[in-house]
């Protein structure tokens, strides 16, 4: 018999809100559509272990040695004699005391539907300010002929006859020790105790069919990568008018032609002519607040910066505070030169570069090692 207790992970002694928490927490884990559909058996194991433990008189039965979803497996083993029949038999003699069929109930029709799991792909500008996103998904939906009772035009089950609404039928069968009374799941109702007379041609009597359909998604400014964003109720709808599960909504973002981003700050890299960065220069680029002035100062060397304050990504469950914006600035450093111009720089060479005699070594880089512009041309050049 299976230890319902560790498949979800519980003492016995758990309460009843310790094992719905369990099982909420499992059934998240092992559902086919989140953890894959090699992981059906195992979601199933852990439905079974919930339908036994958060019923009272079940889960009175299974701590007395009985499997109430297999009746005839539990008890004093191999020759299938266990505390089922026994009730049955302390039934009959003792007026039912022991509740008739081990204390088995019908099955409701009313099922709640599993969770679901949807992707979304956003870019970059929906992460700065925000926004909505649209995911469709293939999933169980109301039946729209029915509305999810399950029955043509809406009517109530109606007892069934076979098993007088208790679910289950009682049998006769010959063991060593003489006639035994059992007791089975109704054939004709498969359990529920009711049966629908006039099923919905559309849904085949569950109340629910296959449907896709469109979910608007609200995504966070400020959500990283791979996030999964829970929607509830947005899920499976149930069986015959349960309530939905939840929708889970994994989050990837596209990347930026113009942008990458780090942690709130979004990063760009700017190409500036070999003039601009030694005199200086005021230059335009778009950014998602629209077109912004970048200061490039005289002087500027390669991989220097110029911070944009505010301008980034807005910070997760923040007040709408931001990142920033850095620009890295690289130096568009000319490979053809005319004659004139090649005799330019080489003047300015003899005159700025004349105490260079040899290029600072050092273990780390520092200001003073960084190589001018006009250096790394004659370099370049020579």
């Given at each position: 018999?299976?230890?319902?207790?560790?498949?979800l992970g519980v003492d016995r002694s758990a309460s009843d809100e310790e094992i719905k928490?369990?099982?909420?927490?499992?059934?998240?884990?092992?559902?086919?559509?989140?953890?894959?559909?090699?992981?059906?058996?195992?979601?199933?194991?852990?439905?079974?272990?919930?339908?036994?433990?958060?019923?009272?008189?079940?889960?009175?039965?299974?701590?007395?040695?009985?499997?109430?979803?297999?009746?005839?497996?539990?008890?004093?083993?191999?020759?299938?004699?266990?505390?089922?029949?026994?009730?049955?038999?302390?039934?009959?003699?003792?007026?039912?005391?022991?509740?008739?069929?081990?204390?088995?109930?019908?099955?409701?029709?009313?099922?709640?539907?599993?969770?679901?799991?949807?992707?979304?792909?956003?870019?970059?500008?929906?992460?700065?300010?925000?926004?909505?996103?649209?995911?469709?998904?293939?999933?169980?939906?109301?039946?729209?002929?029915?509305?999810?009772?399950?029955?043509?035009?809406?009517?109530?089950?109606?007892?069934?006859?076979?098993?007088?609404?208790?679910?289950?039928?009682?049998?006769?069968?010959?063991?060593?020790?003489?006639?035994?009374?059992?007791?089975?799941?109704?054939?004709?109702?498969?359990?529920?105790?009711?049966?629908?007379?006039?099923?919905?041609?559309?849904?085949?009597?569950?109340?629910?069919?296959?449907?896709?359909?469109?979910?608007?998604?609200?995504?966070?400014?400020?959500?990283?990568?791979?996030?999964?964003?829970?929607?509830?109720?947005?899920?499976?709808?149930?069986?015959?008018?349960?309530?939905?599960?939840?929708?889970?909504?994994?989050?990837?973002?596209?990347?930026?032609?113009?942008?990458?981003?780090?942690?709130?700050?979004?990063?760009?890299?700017?190409?500036?002519?070999?003039?601009?960065?030694?005199?200086?220069?005021?230059?335009?680029?778009?950014?998602?607040?629209?077109?912004?002035?970048?200061?490039?100062?005289?002087?500027?060397?390669?991989?220097?910066?110029?911070?944009?304050?505010?301008?980034?990504?807005?910070?997760?469950?923040?007040?709408?505070?931001?990142?920033?914006?850095?620009?890295?600035?690289?130096?568009?450093?000319?490979?053809?030169?005319?004659?004139?111009?090649?005799?330019?720089?080489?003047?300015?060479?003899?005159?700025?570069?004349?105490?260079?005699?040899?290029?600072?070594?050092?273990?780390?880089?520092?200001?003073?090692?960084?190589?001018?512009?006009?250096?790394?041309?004659?370099?370049?050049?020579?």
């Open positions: 018999m299976a230890d319902y207790y560790e498949v928490k369990a099982y909420r927490k499992m059934s998240r884990k092992y559902h086919p559509d989140i953890a894959g559909p090699e992981y059906e058996d195992k979601y199933k194991e852990v439905n079974n272990a919930y339908e036994v433990l958060s019923n009272p008189d079940k889960r009175r039965m299974y701590d007395a040695g009985v499997d109430p979803n297999n009746p005839n497996a539990g008890g004093f083993g191999a020759d299938g004699f266990g505390m089922g029949d026994m009730g049955d038999i302390f039934g009959q003699f003792f007026g039912g005391a022991f509740g008739a069929g081990g204390g088995q109930r019908p099955v409701p029709r009313t099922q709640p539907g599993r969770d679901s799991l949807a992707s979304a792909s956003v870019d970059l500008r929906t992460v700065v300010f925000g926004g909505t996103e649209h995911v469709r998904i293939n999933t169980f939906g109301v039946c729209p002929d029915c509305g999810g009772s399950g029955s043509v035009g809406g009517a109530q089950p109606t007892t069934c006859p076979d098993c007088h609404g208790q679910g289950y039928m009682q049998k006769v069968v010959r063991t060593m020790l003489g006639q035994m009374m059992t007791t089975a799941p109704c054939e004709r109702c498969e359990g529920h105790g009711t049966i629908i007379a006039n099923p919905c041609a559309s849904c085949m009597g569950h109340g629910r069919v296959r449907t896709t359909r469109t979910v608007g998604v609200n995504i966070p400014a400020g959500i990283n990568d791979n996030s999964r964003l829970r929607l509830a109720n947005q899920g499976e709808v149930g069986e015959c008018g349960g309530a939905a599960g939840d929708l889970y909504v994994d989050i990837h973002i596209r990347p930026d032609k113009q942008y990458t981003r780090n942690g709130d700050d979004l990063h760009c890299w700017i190409q500036v002519p070999m003039s601009w960065a030694v005199l200086g220069h005021d230059l335009e680029i778009d950014t998602f607040d629209g077109p912004q002035t970048v200061e490039v100062p005289a002087g500027c060397q390669p991989e220097d910066t110029v911070t944009l304050k505010g301008l980034g990504v807005t910070r997760l469950r923040s007040n709408g505070e931001r990142g920033d914006l850095v620009a890295h600035v690289t130096v568009q450093i000319p490979t053809r030169l005319s004659d004139d111009e090649r005799e330019l720089i080489e003047r300015f060479a003899a005159s700025h570069d004349e105490g260079a005699t040899h290029v600072a070594q050092s273990s780390r880089p520092t200001s003073g090692a960084k190589k001018g512009f006009f250096s790394k041309l004659k370099d370049a050049l020579s």
